[in-house]
T-cell receptor
Framework: EADIYQTPRYLVIGTGKKITLECSQT?????MYWYQQDPGMELHLIHY???????EKGDLSSESTVSRIRTEHFPLTLESARPSHTSQYLC???????????FGSGTRLTVV | SQQGEEDPQALSIQEGENATMNCSYK?????LQWYRQNSGRGLVHLIL?????REKHSGRLRVTLDTSKKSSSLLITASRAADTASYFC???????????FGKGTRLSVIA
């Protein structure tokens, strides 16, 4: 069983709303990641963090922000949701020496 | 930026047959990993092969790596309907950067 949790599982919101997608892990992993997965399955890196108070932008980071105040928590915020943000958002974590990633079940976001 | 490319994009086989998926990448790697994703869920790590390894086994999975050709293959032997999923390769390049995933292969195993 994965020890990384994403909430909500599904979300439908209106254009212009501010939303935060939650991600928490209980494994004590320093490294955490957010990926956006489009309908064609391709995963795009949005943001990542290698520890508390450390965040980096990925290839697709515009219009979203992250924070890493606690090791276990890595929330993603969309300041103003648009229909183009409709997608599956996947959170993952890993141990320091780059073994496999553990993924959450994802948040499927629909912006109408 | 896309590093890995899986081939084929989709594969449909009968239960009991073997399934082979290929992954090509562009730059030098530390390791290459394979993941499975069931519909609408997160990815699950299957196997990791390091750049100095050529072959690795895990149960019914066999992974090969050819660094000279910058390619890897995932073989699932004696497939089952439960193997129906999407399979992704991911590369860990030098420089402590996050994994870069390919576009995946959709595998359908028909009972």
């Amino acid at each position: 069983e994965a020890d990384i949790y994403q909430t909500p599982r599904y979300l439908v919101i209106g254009t212009g709303k501010k939303i935060t997608l939650e991600c928490s892990q209980t494994m004590g992993h320093d490294k955490m990641y957010w990926y956006q997965q489009d309908p064609g399955m391709e995963l795009h890196l949005i943001h990542y963090s290698y520890g508390v108070n450390s965040t980096e932008k990925g290839d697709l980071s515009s219009e979203s922000t992250v924070s890493r105040i606690r090791t276990e928590h890595f929330p993603l915020t969309l300041e103003s949701a648009r229909p183009s943000h409709t997608s599956q958002y996947l959170c993952a974590s890993s141990e320091p020496h780059q073994g496999g990633y553990t993924f959450g079940s994802g948040t499927r976001l629909t912006v109408v | 930026s896309q590093q890995g490319e899986e081939d084929p994009q989709a594969l449909s086989i009968q239960e009991g047959e073997n399934a082979t998926m290929n992954c090509s990448y562009k730059t030098s790697i530390n390791n290459l990993q394979w993941y499975r994703q069931n519909s609408g869920r997160g990815l699950v790590h299957l196997i990791l092969i390091r750049s100095n390894e050529r072959e690795k086994h895990s149960g019914r999975l066999r992974v090969t790596l050819d660094t000279s050709k910058k390619s890897s293959s995932l073989l699932i032997t004696a497939s089952r309907a439960a193997d129906t999923a999407s399979y992704f390769c991911a590369t860990d390049t030098a420089g402590n950067t996050p994994l870069v995933f390919g576009k995946g292969t959709r595998l359908s195993v028909i009972a």
